[in-house]
């Protein structure tokens, strides 16, 4: 409840950033998400919000084919990860681990709540409390991206740190 | 939220006062072997027969009789094995045919049909129809069986299935499929956005319902060997569990009390128990959960991913998947979790194995070199052949008989290739015969009920 509240109050001042600076906001399209090239450069979402952590920190990592050891890049994400949640200890996350289409429904169950533990696995080794870090797989049923090709199925391959 | 026809609900008792119809007139018995087809060959000749439209004394019946005409010719047509013949052919009336007691059988000689269906309806006096048909071996100018149904009027559609499968069983000695229904999913929206919904229908994809509203995923239905329960996946409250769906009663359960998602699940063949796996802490093992008691044990211990269980007929053995050997490939193991085996050694990955009713082949996925197959191998790794291939084809589900499978494809569609399209397909053991199997959306993870009891 209390993270839905910062929510609504990061989103109703992006709004008025953005209807008082409307030329800002244009200017800012640094190869970023859509959230970041609408957010106005000055202002940025509340820290310790959902925004901040999609944001500042990162909310997912990738993953190898039928692979869930972590990569380089993944653990870097995960070690800012793990500093924005012990900075905020009242927030608790669900990990969604998922994967690719390329492979049967069953063990791809498998595969994504083993990427999500693997996840939750690194976040805890460095202080964050199990009790705080939920898992969930989903399989291939909820594909970040539309593709049938290496660079869809690779952004799919993903473990999402979700801010609850 | 649910709809159900009556239809889910009756059992054979639907179909009550089974009559055995004898030949009107002596038949001298000849020398000439029997018409039969013979399953095991390759790719054979489909069996010319010709189906005569069932005939009735009053309008209502003979609207009756004509659909039942057409559910017996479309599944004999479908499974690949007969040929109907062009009706516009035939050269002795269903109006002759009732009024005399032998077909005149030079004219059906004349059109080249092997077999010959002739049938009534006609209403009796408690509001019932009774259906009667007759199949006749037409060189040996010899009737093969006849029978007789007295049923609701809404149930001539069961009665058809039901003659159907006498056709089927009376020519090739083998269990017809046709009295059987399917559960799957059923899916709409963009590939990102996926709404699935548990859906049942006929083998023919007559009669579908949707039996959950698409709010919650859901996921890999399997019939109880009753036919009047679901085992499933659902996320329902974000926890991913393995549930119990009655199709009676609508009523639906969470199987078991477990720490984590459990998934994958399959009912034991004599319907106490059912097999799921259970993840747990990144490791995932197989389960078993009688449903008598409630008792959960332990089959397999190991830290790799096992999961999609199958038991044989006989409930003997279990057939599954596991990553132990480095990559997904089958095994096989006693239903107490002793004694496993690998049985797939070739290139590639395999999954969701699945015993055939009949207990001499497994069927399976596999993925090799970015495509998709379905494929069969006898329980002890030999004798391995790919029976269909596409871009993803997935899930294979037995016929009861053990002579069809039915699976899904899904293939890129729309949006420049970007979005999915999911069908369901049929295909005869021979690799022969692969035909969609219409559904109102797009499907997959279908599950064959076995023969309706």
């Known amino acids: ?44 979402p509340v820290p310790g919000s959902a925004e901040d952590f999609v944001v500042n920190v990162g909310d997912r990592v990738f993953f190898g084919f039928d692979r869930f050891d972590l990569t380089p890049e993944a653990t870097a994400t995960l070690d800012r990860q793990a500093a924005w949640l012990k900075q905020y200890p009242q927030v608790t996350v669900s990990v969604e681990g998922h994967a690719d289409e390329r492979g049967t429904r069953e063990y791809n169950l498998a595969l994504g709540e083993r990427r999500a533990n693997a996840v939750k696995n690194y976040l805890t080794a460095l202080g964050v409390e199990g009790a705080r870090v939920e898992v969930i797989s989903y399989g291939k049923e909820k594909p970040a991206v539309l593709g049938s090709n290496e660079a869809a199925w690779a952004q799919n391959r993903r473990g999402v740190t979700v801010i609850k | 939220m649910l709809a159900l026809s009556p239809m889910l609900r009756l059992g054979r008792t639907l179909v009550a006062a089974l009559a055995l119809l004898l030949p009107g007139v002596a038949l001298v018995p000849t020398a000439r072997a029997e018409l039969r087809l013979d399953l095991y060959k390759g790719n054979q000749q489909p069996l010319p027969i010709a189906v005569t439209t069932f005939t009735a004394d009053n309008p209502q019946a003979a609207a009756t009789g ?3 005409t057409s559910v017996i010719s479309a599944n004999l047509e479908r499974s690949g094995l007969f040929r109907p013949l062009d009706p516009k052919t035939f050269l002795q009336t269903p109006e002759q045919l009732r009024a005399s007691p032998l077909p005149r059988f030079a004219d059906w000689r004349v059109i080249q049909a092997q077999a010959l269906v002739t049938g009534t309806v006609s209403n009796l ?113 974000n926890r991913p569990r393995v549930y119990l769906f009655n199709i009676d009663t609508g009523r639906q359960e969470v199987l078991g009390d477990f720490p984590g998602m459990t998934f994958a699940p399959r009912f034991s063949p004599d319907g106490n128990r059912v097999l799921m796996s259970l993840a747990q802490n990144g490791n995932t093992d197989i389960y078993s959960l009688d449903l008598r008691t409630r008792r959960q044990t332990r089959l397999t211990d190991n830290p790799s991913i096992d999961t999609a269980p199958s038991f044989s007929p006989d409930g003997s053995k279990i057939t599954f998947e596991s990553d132990r050997g480095g990559t997904q490939q089958i095994y096989t193991m006693n239903a107490d979790g002793s004694d496993v085996k690998r049985i797939t050694f070739d290139k590639g990955r395999y999954g969701t194995p699945v015993w055939s009713p009949r207990g001499d082949l497994i069927a399976f996925t596999r993925i090799f070199e970015g495509r998709f197959y379905i494929g069969v191998i006898r329980p002890d790794g030999t004798g391995e052949r790919m029976l269909a291939e596409a871009f993803h084809a997935e ?20 949006d420049g290739g970007r979005q999915r399209t999911a069908k369901l397909f049929s295909i005869d053991l021979t690799g022969f015969n692969e035909r969609q199997v219409l559904t109102p959306t797009d499907a997959s993870d279908p599950a064959w009920s076995p023969l309706i009891p």
Not at chain 2, 151 to 168: E, F, K, L, N, T
Not at chain 2, 176 to 202: C, H, N, W
Not at chain 2, 395 to 414: D, I
Request: with cysteine; charged share 20%; aromatic share 10%.
């Open chain 2, 395 to 414: 899930g294979p589900t037995w016929a009861p008989n053990g002579r069809v499978l039915m699976y899904f494809k899904e293939r890129p569609s729309g």
């Open chain 2, 66 to 68: 004509q659909s039942i």
């Open chain 1, 1 to 44: 409840m209390r993270t839905q509240i910062i929510s609504l109050f990061a989103a109703a001042l992006l709004v008025t950033a953005c209807s008082s600076k409307p030329t800002e906001t244009a200017t800012n399209t640094g190869g970023g998400t859509a959230t970041t090239a609408t957010a106005p450069a000055k202002t940025g």
């Open chain 2, 125 to 237: 006096p408690d509001g019932r129809i009774r259906i009667e048909f007759r199949l006749f071996d037409v060189n040996a100018g010899q009737q093969m069986t006849g029978l007789a149904y007295n049923v609701q009027p809404d149930g001539w559609r069961r009665a058809a299935h039901i003659i159907s499968d006498a056709i089927y069983k009376r020519i090739t000695g083998e269990d017809g499929y046709f009295d059987t229904r399917v559960v799957y999913i059923a899916e709409s929206g963009p590939a990102t956005q996926r709404v699935k919904r548990l859906a049942i229908m006929d083998q023919d994809g007559e009669n579908n319902r949707f039996l959950t509203d698409g709010r919650v995923l859901v996921l890999t239905p399997r019939f109880s060997p009753s036919t009047q329960e679901i085992t499933y996946l659902s996320y329902f409250n």
